[in-house]
């Protein structure tokens, strides 16, 4: 696993210090070195080294004196062991000089210490000696074989790192970056060559380091390191990040498109809606997860719970993390820990979705199950001009053609317009129609809601049922509910089956119009003769339901299969759940679909650089690189697979 590991500590001022007394038990230590078995001495002293400093177990180090257990091992165990650990046992001055000093320190001159600036041992000595604050150190270690592939096996490369971010690192230490302060040195260590650097401020007051600011500070490093080279990264373990991501993307699709179309009977979570809609009759003020009170807390992450171990749901959440699991792994030591889907806070959303489902169970409000169905009818009459010559009939229709091509460029859309407005002004009244159609669906031109009402308003002033629904569709999205109502008559005249359904939607609803079940239930009987499934589909809810309507089985048979027979879903989850209470049963069924988008929304994207590494990106890579020490044509530019989804 390729990764950044940081360590991060500080010394207080006038601490005491064990340095020589290390320093002399360190060399002795490198020079035990062979293929013996470890002596008893040396496991007495990893023993104790394993209970002082616990995180010694993920040195790569360790692995390999588990494996074998000799005196060469143990040797560069324990050193690796004592050289991350060192600030914890000596003072400021005497880690400075051990640093810049130290065996395999690369040096320049009589030492191997750097900054941002040129460096004096005896000056930054006798500096750090002198400050009467804290002095934060951190080591930043990577291992051989990777710091050699990245072009960091060298002091230059870390020194023009450390100073490029020092002002991030002076941000996370809540240091002014003028006030900052810093020396670094390169360890050119067997297994995992590192950095040790020491940090502080002029100020002797400021400064503080949280768990938040060494996150940052290393996730800073990271990036920096290792996103140049992610695409050949991935590469090199056989799996590239657009294939990886768009992987997952495919099969994530597969699963949800299953679950977005399928239905979810659970009398657990049904049971468990019905008691959290009755807690909800108590709550007061805002009724959204953080304003609850634990109990209710509680009976919503039980939903949640719940809703993971549906069979679909699971299997989505395991893909998900799946793929976190792969991606975090770049910036992380550790394994990333997998949480129960009610504690993942990427999935906060469907806490609130169950609350306010529970709340319009609670309240039995109506819901139509229609946002699949088509906004308008495609194929309608057009009306012609009398006198109209066949020549511009057949270039109205060209032009009508071009216009809902997807295969034609924009500038032939915009020429197909163009032909349309002329078209208009001869009095080819359909033209209008399809005008506002282009403005609203951005056909050749960008969206404009005004052009969109001005196209529709021309048209449905002159009779063009079509415009006329939309118009009042149009406005009644736009809150201008009065006005939609009627446009949406002058259409229910021409016996719209669109404009009949979403009249008699409001109706019942009581929504920019007086309640009026007995109108609502007669407009949306006509729609329904005419075959509208979304109306079938009400019709069967309400006569299953027996609220709005007397109870009536056969007709909500009648109904219900009439709209299951065109594909409705709903209408035939209803029917083979006659028994149950719509309400409730519903209000699982949209759960799931709620999921199914909150699992497709928290994805990554397909490739965070849009499928290929732009040329100003890959100079800007080549120029590290050369600054770096590599030839300039030591590695071919990554051509990722070209996948979209």
Not at 157 to 180: G, N
Not at 496 to 511: E, I, P, R, T, V
Not at 536 to 563: D, H, I, R
Request: glycine share 6%; aromatic share 8%.
């Amino acid at each position: 696993m390729v990764r950044l590991i940081q360590k991060s500590g500080y010394i207080k001022a006038g601490s005491a210090s064990g340095y020589m007394k290390y320093i002399a038990t360190r060399e002795r230590v490198e020079k035990l070195e062979g293929s013996a078995p470890v002596t008893k001495g040396q496991q007495q002293l990893i023993e104790n080294l394993l209970r002082d400093f616990p995180d010694a177990n993920k040195l790569d180090e360790y692995s390999g004196y588990c494996l074998a257990p000799t005196t060469g091992n143990a040797s560069a165990l324990i050193s690796a062991v004592l050289d991350v650990n060192v600030h914890e046992f000596t003072d400021r001055d005497g880690y400075m000089k051990y640093i810049a000093t130290r065996p395999r320190a690369e040096r320049h001159g009589e030492h191997g210490l750097f900054s941002n600036r040129p460096v004096s041992l005896d000056t930054a000595l006798k500096e750090v000696e002198t400050h009467t604050g804290n002095v934060w150190t951190f080591i930043w270690s990577l291992r051989r074989e990777d710091a050699v592939r990245l072009g960091y096996d060298h002091a230059e490369s870390w020194r023009k790192l450390i100073k490029a971010h020092q002002v991030e690192i002076a941000e996370a230490m809540k240091i002014p970056p003028d006030q900052l302060r810093w020396y670094a040195a390169f360890h050119d260590e067997g297994h995992h060559p590192h950095v040790h650097a020491m940090v502080w401020s002029d100020n002797p007051k400021q400064g503080r380091l949280t768990k938040e600011g060494v996150k940052k500070i290393r996730s800073r490093f990271s990036n920096d390191i290792f996103q140049d080279e992610m695409y050949t990264l991935y590469q090199k373990k056989d799996v590239s990040y657009d294939a990886l991501v768009a992987e997952a993307r495919r099969t994530m699709k597969e699963l949800l498109e299953k679950m977005h179309s399928g239905s979810c009977d659970s009398p657990l979570i049904e049971s468990k809606l019905l008691e959290l809609s009755q807690s909800l009759e108590t709550v007061k003020g805002k009724k959204i997860y953080g304003y609850l009170k634990k109990p209710v807390k509680a009976q919503v992450d039980g939903i949640v719970d719940e809703l993971e171990k549906l069979p679909e749901v699971a299997e989505c959440y395991e893909v998900w993390n799946g793929l976190r699991d792969e991606l975090e792994s770049y910036y992380k030591d550790a394994p990333r820990q997998r949480l129960p889907l009610s504690q993942q806070k990427e999935f906060r959303t469907i806490k609130n979705l169950i609350i306010r489902e529970a709340e319009n169970l609670r309240l039995g409000v109506f819901t139509f199950e229609d946002t699949d169905m088509e906004g308008e009818p495609e194929v309608d009459s057009e009306v012609l001009p009398q006198g109209a010559r066949y020549s511009e009939v057949l270039e109205y229709r060209q032009a009508r053609a071009l216009l809902y091509n997807d295969d034609v460029t924009q500038a032939e859309k915009r020429e197909a317009l163009r032909v349309l407005e002329q078209l208009w002004d001869k009095d080819f009244t359909s033209a209008a129609y399809h005008l506002g159609r282009a403005y609203r669906d951005g056909l050749g031109v960008l969206p404009d809601d005004e052009q969109t009402e001005e196209w529709f308003h021309c048209s449905a002033a002159i009779g063009d049922t079509r415009s006329q629904y939309v118009l009042g569709k149009l406005l009644q999205e736009q809150g201008r509910l009065s006005e939609a109502v009627s446009w949406y008559e002058h259409a229910c005249k021409s016996d719209s089956q669109y404009a009949q359904y979403s009249l008699g939607k409001m109706y019942l609803l009581g929504n920019g119009v007086p309640k009026d079940v007995s109108k609502a239930i007669q407009l949306l009987t006509s729609s329904a003769n005419q075959g509208n499934q979304y109306a079938q589909y009400v019709l069967g809810k309400l006569c299953l339901q027996g609220k709005e309507v007397e109870k009536n089985p056969g007709a909500a048979e009648y109904w219900l299969t009439l709209s299951a027979v065109q594909g409705n879903a709903p209408a035939q989850f209803l029917l083979e759940h006659r028994q149950y209470d719509p309400s409730v049963l519903l209000c699982t069924v949209r759960l799931l679909h709620h999921m199914s988008n909150i699992f497709w929304e928290t994805l990554p994207p397909p490739n965070p650089a849009g499928g290929h590494v732009e040329s100003k990106l890959m100079g800007r890579i080549r120029e590290k690189k050369i600054a770096m020490g590599h030839k300039a044509d030591d590695h071919e530019e990554y051509q990722g697979p070209s996948m979209s989804m």
